[in-house]
């Protein structure tokens, strides 16, 4: 919306830099996958990348956030460690969470990554408790929960955006609309178009915006952002976009329209923001290639660290199943 | 003598009426056991995410065919909404319909679990008889897939625990045409556990319904006997295959049902053979394998040949790492430990 | 609504009569709760007594419904057996469940009185099932869940209303709003004043009505009823009313404000439907007295009859945990 | 020896300091608890349906005075929301606070059975240990109010079988307030089970935390052994009573913690007398007494004077009328039964 406010060059650049960092780290993914050197379920966010790059730029990792199983661009986006999450990705001891959490479950509290989960629904339940905490802390801090349109048919999502708006928890409510929920498309599973609608059922604030426009998602995110800070309360974001890669690495995507999916390669977001950085002289070619080969070289490295790293021992199962190990 | 199912009994039965059974994995025989069905009886129902052919008939393909067959109002694609779906259920099992609803992983049941709990296993019993839910809950499960903590759980134990729902969890291609046969026929709610790792292995289909609350004997042998369901069958098959090479005569019985179980087959094995192990996938801890081997203990005191040996999952969340994943859950090197155990 | 249907008197006068045994059977169980010959938890639906009655008067044997705890209104308007009624509460063999329900899980198919349950938001998801059963059946039949304001604030609310939309099930969801959730008023629950405002989440009609006012009430619901049987889908209605004997019999109530309470009871529909009918001249004093005593006898002898009856034998409890009987 | 604590312990230290116990009931030695948690460390939250001032201090009067005390920040009363309750809690025992959460009663746990299961009881093993969720689930329930069948189950079984989480069940005030701030203290998430029948008998409370984990000799006894926890405890001591008049010698053993329960406790006991019965009021079918039986049967080989007794519900919903409730769950009669077989 036009009081919203914009981001400047130096943050477009910065939402850039994080969008290439989930898109370059997404193709080096599916490149190890293919290769059999990664195995593991992988909900590729190629697509997805501007909604929480231009979130990011205006969290600190003092601020929460809880995502999903399809998370890693979420993650990348609020600094999540690159060695860290390869690590984890190929179940060694050196990632982030020992090689027991796995790509669904990345786990990074210095980052303010507090859970990611596998089950639809359950990230906004959680952030709203982190939301609680960070209302409790006094610390002008922030939760955000990441989730998809799918999600926001199953009772978790009710439950959460009501509580947070009784309780004006500094909770954003980030839903991030590719379409489709597996192979479901819309209109077989809810009779309405804008989930931002399902706002007003809460008392809360809900806004619609393009979700690979920077502008738009950095203005609208600001906004609730500020309101979350403020104590406010919490704000219903759904930002617009799309998967390009289907729900699952390997799946053969036959529910999905060829229309729709042509309309929305149209919208790549990868491609439109570069341009518009040349063509706005926001960066030269020179500048955004050395993003894009530091970003590349970074991830070369954390790639080789975790194929070179050990294995969890399998005294493993005994730790961290409660705070004591188990006998 | 009990009147239990032998491996042979329903292939000679087939083979008698000169019928050559065909070969299917698990994942094509539940469908053609949805497929028959649904023929059979038009008050049969399907309905879970994704399943309808719009959204290719299900993740796995489980249901493919089944609604451009009989129809959207049949076979319904429902949004995220466990709760609905197990509601929906129950709803049109109480209106006199037959539905096979679907939660697509066993993980996510937890979610569902007031409509199952204080609901489907329970109307018929609140109402006085007046009630029932005749419906079937499919799901499937299984480690070995690297899913991870949230995708691969066996939650057999909370449900047989449960009084009002029976669970049955088929090893075989065959078993699962059978059994879901018999699900859906059933008056009352069946949870019907599928494995992952035994779906895509073909395997000969008689086509035969197989009842409900009564075991197999997989494998004949007469110094020990394993108990399992799922995948555990086949690990101990094998085990059995193994341990036969040394002079060492094992007996499989394949539960089928888990809920009501077969005492009378496990006791009539485990009296025969003295020596008992009961093998499932679920955390060993408060598993179905503490029961079964009580009820032995009580049932066979003074002649067992020593205590009935328990294998189950390690008691943590199931684990990424392959490493971890593979020393979580059970596998035919444990089974066999847990055999040499009681033989011992 | 200045276009919906009336009551007319014949209509207005069969509400009354409903109203009035929901009413008097509530004294009698109070009654005898009071001289200790009934045991059990009660929810009073003491003030509630139109909702029912003036839906009721448009439903046939046919259509379902699923209530809750509080829920005898309900049945006792939907033309529940009074004697198998009072044999349950009094825990006998001739009382509707054999006694293994009780007051939580009275139960008559025969009536359409498929459920009662007493977890919260639990009648929504079974009753949207029903719906979809009579969708199938092709025979008009309607679906009806009962519920009341704080199951609204409950998973099970959202995704039944979400299904029933997309699927357009011929389901009523009717809210009893009694203003309190146990001991919590609206203000800790919701941040939002109209329940009935939360339909447009599903796309569904919502509206807030009345529940006191028998027109109001009987419009609402005969719109919504012939909405449904015309296949056009569900619709939510919020029933406006209070419950004056608090959330279970035997409470203090110390939670409930005095002055909302001294509001409501101005508003107490019994007396003012029953003045309405001498001032309209529906009915003569006579006629609602011959109304009030055949009424009272017809509860008394099913009082009678449940205190007269016996026990069920503790062989029951074998029986219809299965159809089969266990051994 | 074990180092189990025995009933005159916690008394007799507590007489050693010269301190009257204070007799008190269940209610008020949670209540006590639950503000001296709070006073003491300004992390601990309360939250659940009613649990604020404004609305009564909970439906039973548990929490009352908390709100007051402490403020409307640190102790919520909710919407009826069990997912978004124990998600909150979740998420602010992750944000480092130590939520106390209630779920009114047991049978609504099945409402938010993912966030326990799959989220509460798993976050810490899946983050490699990175984060943990130190948060109370108090709940209660409790068969003999003629509830019927959706308000008095006990689901300890589910939770026990379940990776991560601990379950205690105090079966005296004392306990109650011992077990409540250990469970508070706990690092990982601890359910607490509360029951209605021992909620209003007086008896001594000495303040002391009680170590989870450990079980509790609740009377000595040298010809059987009965485990059981909650009202089981209470019944069993009076069946002691009883057949001591017979010079019959009980021992009764009280788990106090569920899980990861007392294993060198129970057996030590059982060696000791070598005869066992477990009691629960849960379904009997793969309940507790299940893993509790066959552990004491593994460990206990060879000098057991007989199999383990369970005692248990019936298979069935808990039935409203009087009678047949009274049947469902065991009794003191019941136990006794159990006893006498044992003894045979
Ligand atoms: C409770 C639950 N039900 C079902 C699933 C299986 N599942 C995994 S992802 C998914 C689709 C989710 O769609 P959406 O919320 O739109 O997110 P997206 O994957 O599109 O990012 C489903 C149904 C699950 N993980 N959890
Ligand atoms: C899932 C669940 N949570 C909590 C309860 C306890 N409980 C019983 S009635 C009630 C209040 C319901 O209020 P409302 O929906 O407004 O209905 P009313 O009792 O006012 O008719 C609660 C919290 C329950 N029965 N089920
Ligand atoms: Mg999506
Ligand atoms: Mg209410």
Known sequence: ?327 | MTDTITASDAQASAASQGVEPKKMTMVDAINLALHDAMDADPKVLVLGEDVADAQDGGVMGVTKGLSTRFGVDRVKSTPISEQAIIGAAIGAAVGGYKPVAEIMLMNFIAVPMDMIFNHAAKLRFMSGGQTGVPMVIRTMTGSGFSTGGQHSDYLEAWFAHMAGIKVVAPSTPDDAYGLMRAAIDDPDPVLFIENMPSYWTPAPVTKQAIPIGKARVAREGSDVTIIGHSLMVTLSLAVADKLAAEGVSVEVVDLRTISPWDRQAVIASVRKTGRAVVAHEAVKQFGIGAEIASVITEELWGELKGPVQRVGAAYCAVPFSKPLEQAFAPSADTIEAAVRKALA
Chains 1, 3 share one sequence.
């Open chain 1, 1 to 327: 919306m036009s009081n919203w406010p914009k981001p400047d060059a130096a943050t477009l650049l910065e939402i850039y830099r994080k969008a290439t960092l989930i898109k370059q780290n997404d193709e080096h993914v599916i490149k190890q996958m293919m290769a059999g050197k990664l195995v593991m379920p992988y909900y590729s966010p190629r697509g997805q990348e501007i909604i929480p790059s231009a979130i990011s730029v205006s969290l600190d990792d003092d601020d929460y956030i809880c995502t999903i199983y399809r998370g890693i661009h979420d993650m990348l986006a609020k600094g999540f460690p690159l060695d860290e999450m390869w690590a984890e990705l190929a179940g060694k001891v050196t990632g982030t969470c020992k090689g027991k959490g796995g790509p669904m479950h990345l786990t990074c509290p210095e980052k303010g990554m507090m859970v990611t989960t596998g089950i639809v629904g359950s990230s906004m339940p959680i952030a709203t408790g982190l939301g609680w905490a960070a209302k409790l802390d006094g610390r002008n801090r922030v939760s955000v929960a990441n989730f998809g349109d799918g999600a926001t048919n199953i009772g978790a999502f009710h439950e959460s955006m009501n509580m947070a708006a009784v309780w004006k928890l500094p909770v954003i409510f980030l839903c991030q609309n590719n379409h489709y929920a597996e192979h479901t498309a819309p209109e077989y599973s809810r009779a309405i178009d804008r989930i931002s609608d399902r706002a007003a059922a809460y008392g809360m604030p809900g806004v619609t915006v393009d979700g690979n426009d920077p502008d738009e998602m950095y203005g609208a995110a600001k906004v609730a952002i500020e309101r979350a800070r403020a104590g406010e309360g919490p704000t219903l974001i759904e930002a617009m976009t799309f998967r390009f890669n289907g729900h699952i690495f390997g799946e053969a995507g036959h529910y999905m329209d060829k229309s729709i999916y042509a309309e929305a390669q149209t919208k790549d977001p990868m491609p439109i923001l570069r341009a518009r950085l040349l063509s706005e002289g926001i960066a030269t070619e020179a500048d955004l290639v050395a993003i894009e080969k530091e970003v590349d070289s970074r991830i070369v490295a954390a790639i080789e660290a975790a194929m070179a790293a050990d294995f969890p021992d399998v005294a493993e199962l005994k730790r961290d199943v409660f705070a004591e190990e188990i006998a």
